[in-house]
């Protein structure tokens, strides 16, 4: 079983506002990603890690930003919230083996109003 | 072309029966395929993986992987009803080296 922890689960908060969704894993991975999800939706690839100081763009275009400052850290930030951005918010990581299992956090919900 | 497409469903099965997900992919270079169930609001669970032609087993899960036809599908035997879930199939892309999500299939399992 994976641990990898995000936090908050649910967040409730106002247009214009400065967000940070923490992700942390405690396996030693060495790639961590992050994905966008709405409700019945697919998986969109926003960002991703493959170690300490290298961040990627996703698939997906984003306005979020990320770091990755610490093996186990790689927190997402959006610099002003709008209720676009209403979505649930899936982090990951994987060993960084050619294999490449990707393990999923639970989620953070944002409710942007 | 998607890189990996998957049939949306939903797929519907009575209560017992086998479920048969499929998946295919445009990588001929593909080594890894993985798949993972979603419960409506959770996040995805990884379930298998297979690496190798041929049968996967584990439980009441079954892996087929035809590398030549670029073809992944998973079995589900005896369905039950908490077997309903959306099942996304991912693939290692040989390029990039990177994880790809199929859209992913609905199950419903009706008791």
């Known amino acids: 079983e994976a641990d990898i922890y995000q936090t908050p689960r649910y967040l409730v908060i106002g247009t214009g506002k400065k967000i940070t969704l923490e992700c942390s894993q405690t396996?030693?991975?060495?790639?961590m990603y992050w994905y966008q999800q709405d409700p019945g939706m697919e998986l969109h690839l926003i960002h991703y890690?493959?170690?300490?100081?290298?961040?990627e763009k996703g698939d997906l275009s984003s306005e979020s930003t990320v770091s990755r400052i610490r093996t186990e850290h790689f927190p997402l930030t959006l610099e002003s919230a709008r209720p676009s951005h209403t979505s649930q918010y899936l982090c990951?990581?994987?060993?960084?083996?050619?294999?490449?299992?990707?393990?999923f956090g639970e989620g953070s919900w944002l409710t942007v109003v | 072309q998607k890189e990996v497409e998957q049939n949306s469903g939903p797929l519907s099965v009575p209560e017992g029966a086998i479920a048969s997900l499929n998946c295919t992919y445009s990588?001929?270079?593909?080594?890894?395929f993985f798949w993972y169930r979603q419960y409506s609001g959770k996040s995805p669970e990884l379930i298998m993986f297979?690496?190798?032609?041929g049968d996967k087993e584990d439980g009441r899960f079954t892996a087929q992987l035809n590398k030549a036809s670029q073809y992944v599908s998973l079995l589900i035997r005896d369905s039950q009803p908490s077997d309903s879930a959306t099942y996304l199939c991912a693939v290692n892309m040989e390029y990039g080296n990177k994880l790809v999500f199929g859209a992913g299939t609905i199950l419903r399992v009706k008791s």
């Open positions: 990951a990581s994987s060993p960084g083996a050619s294999r490449n299992t990707i393990y």
């Open positions: 990588d001929r270079g593909s080594q890894s």
């Open positions: 396996m030693g991975h060495d790639k």
């Open positions: 297979i690496y190798s032609n």
């Open positions: 890690s493959y170690g300490v100081n290298s961040t």
